[in-house]
């Protein structure tokens, strides 16, 4: 049995455990998004009708409360853009021989449903990813609403995966002896306490998986936990007896705009990023760290560092997993080396309505290997890929999350009154890649190799961003004149950002020409290496610092650094209750 089924056994964990119609209190409790619900892929036979997938609303904008309940159709946008990019990610599915094994197998999660389908598009294979409709997901971006007798709702991008459909503030007092239910108290604005409203909510324990023999969470000792002091966001949902239920985690402490510590100049700042943000990990179990990273500037001030970074402001994550150690140690950790998990995301400072802190809102652009938990590869909100409590790695794995500022690549360009953005381009590029691993570009599985793997497959994002732009202004040389002579600043930006792509390259591709694949944005996605066994070791050893992710995450956070960016180092260690039996495994680097 795989992780997957296993975890189907607890109620908690099916959708269908939680009344659609709910009603919070609205100073203690918001919604997560303006729109909510369940993916439902359509049956064969509707395809053609529904032209995308069915969306049961849990949570409606303003206006469409009415809507709640119901089944609309959601599809994409009719833009050419949109149009071309769907399409561009759009495959027929026939599961290869591995597949077809892998699926049978049960050992991992395939998505099943799809085989034999024609020109599967992205919405379908994020609905028809699991063996059951139980994707819950909040829509982002554009949102066009059309009422009428079919109502649909039309999107520009992804929906983002979700856990739980409200988020509250609140600070544990105490368990309630011989249940799963826990006091707390929820944050005052006004006050700026804890002396809110007492409530009584439920933590349902969680499974222990099979593949890890470990639990992904616990209860245990968690109003004891250093970060109680500063509070949880918990989100969660409702049960059938009005309960909230804590379904995801989030320390406040760590969101939150105040460092613990700010390091000034790009030799320290990498120095601290390499040898101390992971250093004595064992030691620091329980605990996390945040820490501002300020690249050469002329003054120290620490104040002014972090009033640099207002509402709005993007940043792009770089996100990395260490292992599960201890007497419960995961099967992947059970030699000295550990290599651990990378991928990118976006880091959206917020003002947070409960709280008034200046906050990271986080998404994980996850490009992801079909696998035994039935983690999906596309876009992940935090409350999903690091704070479900039974699906997620807040309580059991070491996080390390560099939260990158960099002008060039984060800000925006003014190209013939369009603003044009490099990180725009990159997740828009995620988002195809993610699409393609859903469904192994056709053959219903994507397996990781030497040559391609998530580091190296995100990494091609980054590049095809930076091209994309470039392209764009090779096409108005003019423009360029034009910004040197009014426009310097912007003019500097773009310099910098070509310096930027120029010293990636050079780093990520040491070993002699640049990869053909990623000069012409050919995702090949993972693959064994019983598929042309030498080419792709040759292949995967001329990026070879992209094969290890902890090695990728601090090489490309140097370049940033050089360029002038200010990182965010967010360090988690198995945080909330307390579990004995595991201990944090820094990833490997050299």
Request: contains cysteine.
């Amino acid at each position: 049995m795989n992780n997957y089924q296993f975890y189907q056994q607890a109620e908690f964990n099916h959708p269908d455990y939680y009344p659609i119609h709910q009603s919070v209190d609205a100073q203690w409790y918001r919604p997560i998004a303006d729109w909510m619900g369940r993916l439902i892929l359509p049956l064969r036979e509707e395809r053609t009708r529904v032209q995308g997938v069915w969306f049961e609303v849990h949570h409606a904008d303003l206006g469409y409360e009415a809507w709640v309940g119901q089944r609309v159709m959601l599809r994409w946008i009719e833009e050419p853009l949109v149009q071309r990019r769907v399409q561009a990610v759009t495959r027929d599915v026939r599961f290869s021989a591995d597949a077809e094994a892998s699926s049978q197998s049960g050992d991992t999660i395939h998505p099943d449903r799809l085989n034999h389908w024609p020109q599967v598009d992205p919405l379908e294979s994020l609905a028809g990813a699991h063996p059951q409709d139980d994707m819950r997901v909040m829509l982002t971006g554009r949102i066009q609403v059309e009422p009428g007798d079919c109502p649909v709702l039309r999107i520009a991008h992804q929906p983002v995966e979700i856990t739980g459909r409200y988020y509250g503030l609140v600070q544990f007092v105490a368990p309630l002896e011989g249940s799963d239910r826990f006091q707390v108290n929820h944050f005052n604005a006004a006050s700026r306490q804890f002396n809110g409203a007492s409530e009584v909510v439920r933590l349902p324990p969680v499974l222990k998986a099979p593949v890890y023999d470990s639990y992904a969470s616990t209860t245990q000792g968690l109003e004891q936990s250093p970060l109680n002091e500063t509070g949880w966001y918990i989100y969660g949902t409702k049960d059938q007896a009005g309960v909230f239920v804590v379904q995801a985690l989030a320390p406040r402490s760590l969101l939150r705009l105040q460092p613990d510590r700010v390091v000034f100049g790009a030799k320290a700042a990498y120095r601290y990023i390499r040898r101390e943000a992971w250093a004595k990990v064992a030691d620091q179990k329980g605990r996390i760290a945040s820490v501002l990273c300020v690249g050469d500037r002329t003054d120290q001030n620490s104040q002014a560092a972090i009033a640099e970074w207002q509402v709005g402001d993007r940043a792009l994550v770089l996100h990395i997993y260490g292992g599960i150690g201890g007497q419960q140690r995961e099967p992947g950790a059970k030699s000295p080396l550990y290599f651990g998990h990378f991928a990118y995301g976006l880091a959206t400072v917020i003002r947070d309505p409960l709280s008034q802190d200046l906050r990271f809102d986080i998404r994980y652009y996850q490009v992801y290997s079909h696998n035994t938990d039935g983690l999906t590869a596309g876009t992940l909100h935090w409350s999903r890929y690091l704070g479900d409590r039974q699906w997620g790695w807040l309580g059991n794995r070491p996080v390390c999350d560099l939260v990158v500022k960099c002008e060039p690549l984060t800000g925006a360009f003014n190209v013939n009154q369009q603003r044009r953005s490099p990180l725009t381009d990159m997740l828009t590029q995620l988002e195809g890649m993610t699409a393609r691993y859903r469904i192994g570009d056709g053959t219903g599985a994507t397996y990781v190799g030497p040559a391609n793997n998530c580091a190296q497959d995100s990494n091609q994002a980054l590049f095809a961003s930076i091209r994309s732009l470039e392209r764009a202004m090779a096409q108005h040389q003019s423009l360029l004149e034009t910004w040197q002579s009014t426009d310097p600043l912007q003019f500097q930006r773009y310099q910098q950002l070509l310096t930027l792509k120029a010293q990636l390259r050079r780093l990520l591709q040491p070993l002699g020409a640049p990869r053909a694949d990623w000069q012409a944005n050919e995702f090949n996605l993972g693959s064994t290496l019983e598929d042309q066994p030498l080419r792709n070791l040759w292949t995967g050893l001329g990026s070879w610092r992209t094969l290890l992710p902890r090695k990728a995450s601090d090489a490309i956070v140097r370049v940033f650094l050089q360029q002038g960016a200010t990182v965010w180092v967010l360090r988690t260690n198995q945080v909330g209750g307390y579990d004995p039996e595991i201990e944090p495994i820094a990833p490997i680097t050299l």
